[in-house]
T-cell receptor, first 112, second 116 residues
Framework: SQELEQSPQSLIVQEGKNLTINCTSS?????LYWYKQKYGEGLIFLMM?????EEKSHEKITAKLDEKKQQSSLHITASQPSHAGIYLC????????????FGKGTKLTVNP | GAVVSQHPSRVICKSGTSVKIECRSL??????MFWYRQFPKQSLMLMAT?????????EQGVEKDKFLINHASLTLSTLTVTSAHPEDSSFYIC????????????FGPGTRLTVL
């Protein structure tokens, strides 16, 4: 079965700093999703990547899928306290599948 | 954007009782909904796929007789935890995907279940 490893598990940064979260898959990624979750709440969709080398941006958040399609990174530029939360990567269990497997998440704290 | 609601948001029950959690797609029809469970500091684990008008498909290791799923309409799926025990305490989240193409799944806000 496919497993997603996220690193780091937690991250504390000062407001204004850049940061990167990584998601490494045990198998080829067909569809890679990034979500943000506040503790005890549902998931907010951020971005979805499918093609090797693909890069997408939303406001100050950029996600990339590497060429070999087994790793994705999420980069936040000039972090703000509003970026704090748990970032989860999720992947389709097979191409076109609606079923998703998730990493354990990265808890981000942004200190003002 | 599409909205998915869950009810209740929190529930506390005694061991041995059954608890029903509702998942509704508020502004779209969902032929398929998904139920996940999340333990503290763990990833979301897919429990089952709920299909409107047919039986749910359960993931390996999930007891179908314990976690009853009913997808009664195109906007409502329910998860009933039968004879709940403390080890069933968890955060249950549902998701739904609009049938009109696209890849985004919309997640509900989750239900925190505590079994005493």
């Amino acid at each position: 079965s496919q497993e997603l490893e996220q690193s780091p598990q937690s991250l504390i940064v000062q407001e204004g700093k850049n940061l990167t979260i990584n998601c490494t898959s045990s198998k080829t990624l067909y569809g890679l999703y990034w979500y943000k979750q506040k503790y005890g709440e549902g998931l907010i969709f951020l971005m979805m990547l499918q093609k090797g080398g693909e890069e997408k941006s939303h406001e100050k958040i950029t996600a990339k899928l590497d060429e070999k399609k087994q790793q994705s990174s999420l980069h936040i530029t000039a972090s703000q306290p509003s970026h704090a939360g748990i970032y989860l990567c999720g992947a389709e269990t097979q191409g076109g599948s609606e079923k998703l497997v998730f990493g354990k998440g990265t808890k981000l704290t942004v200190n003002p | 954007g599409a909205v998915v609601s869950q009810h209740p948001s929190r529930v506390i029950c005694k061991s041995g009782t059954s608890v029903k959690i509702e998942c509704r797609s508020l502004d779209f029809q969902a032929t398929t909904m998904f139920w996940y469970r999340q333990f503290p500091k763990q990833s979301l684990m897919l429990m089952a796929t709920s299909n409107e008008g047919s039986k749910a498909t359960y993931e390996q290791g999930v007891e179908k007789d314990k976690f009853l799923i009913n997808h009664a309409s195109l906007t409502l799926s329910t998860l009933t935890v039968t004879s709940a025990h403390p080890e069933d305490s968890s955060f249950y989240i549902c998701s739904a995907k609009p049938p009109t193409g696209g890849y985004e799944q919309f997640f509900g806000p989750g239900t925190r279940l505590t079994v005493l």
